[in-house]
């Protein structure tokens, strides 16, 4: 038996160099819910730009088990402060801007942020998120190489702090997770060859015949659909021969004389 899939842990050393940073945020319980989204994810780097209250109990209360997060976020009087050291400065926003600017997705944001991880130890990538109420300024995002505009339904974009912060982070998980992803573990049985499962195939038409599904319903059409839903379901040789043996069975206790003819004996080795 294989152990149980276990997602690894975050690289520590690339998650120092990402950071979140909050402008003037007003409400202190999204400070929190941001540090708890932030742990999820393995990442911890918070940075508080002139936040209206912090600090705050509530930010601990809603942080949860993040409490360690908010108790070492770093506050700042400035953006400048937050971000001059940045080798990369992606904003999220809203709203569409006068001047087009490059836009990115949380997902390829989270893409581009690695790479750009890649320049060395010294790299370091930080994603802006506004006011609650206004988001960032014009001047703001000016500082910022890239946009980022989460693809929300146009009836209702508008995002809740934590949560934008929740799917940029979940989309950096996700970003280094496909480059250590171990492979999917080797199943357990071979795989039924196709020799095998047109051996299964016969023996199921067989037993769809016998009965009597098949009145008053087009043979052709239930016969293909059928072969559709078991090849769609990738069967192992040790499923077959289950499969096998339980048509076998029925077929007794229906009175049906398998021939050998029809279809070779399921083979009994697992």
Request: charged share 20%.
């Amino acid at each position: 038996m294989t152990d149980a899939y276990q997602s690894p842990a975050f690289d520590p050393a690339l998650a120092a160099r990402l950071r979140f940073v909050l402008v003037e945020p007003t409400h202190p319980g999204n400070i929190g819910a941001a540090a708890r989204a932030l742990k999820n994810m393995g990442l911890g780097q918070l940075v508080l730009v002139n936040p209206q209250r912090f600090p705050d109990p509530e930010a601990r209360f809603r942080a949860a088990s993040a409490v360690d997060l908010v108790d070492g976020a770093r506050v700042v009087q400035t953006l400048g402060e937050a971000v001059d050291d940045a080798s990369l400065v992606i904003g999220t926003s809203a709203r569409s801007r006068r001047v087009p600017w490059p836009m990115v997705t949380a997902r390829s944001g989270a893409e581009l942020a690695h790479q750009a991880l890649q320049g060395g130890p010294e790299a370091a990538v930080a994603f802006v998120f506004g006011r609650e109420a206004s988001g960032l300024t014009n001047d703001e995002l000016a500082r910022c190489q890239h946009h980022l505009m989460v693809e929300t339904d146009p009836a209702y974009p508008s995002l809740n702090l934590s949560m934008a912060v929740q799917l940029v982070a979940y989309e950096l998980r996700m970003a280094w997770l496909a480059g250590v992803r171990p492979p999917e573990p080797p199943w357990d049985r071979p795989w039924a060859s196709s020799k095998a499962l047109e051996h299964f195939m016969t023996h199921l038409d067989r037993m769809v015949d016998h009965s009597g599904f098949l009145a008053d319903r087009e043979p052709g059409q239930v016969r293909l659909r059928l072969r559709r839903l078991f090849f769609r379901t990738r069967l192992d040789q040790v499923e077959v021969n289950m499969l096998r043996g339980i048509f076998t069975g029925l077929e007794r206790v229906l009175g049906a004389k398998a021939s050998a003819s029809e279809a070779p004996a399921p083979d009994r080795t697992s």
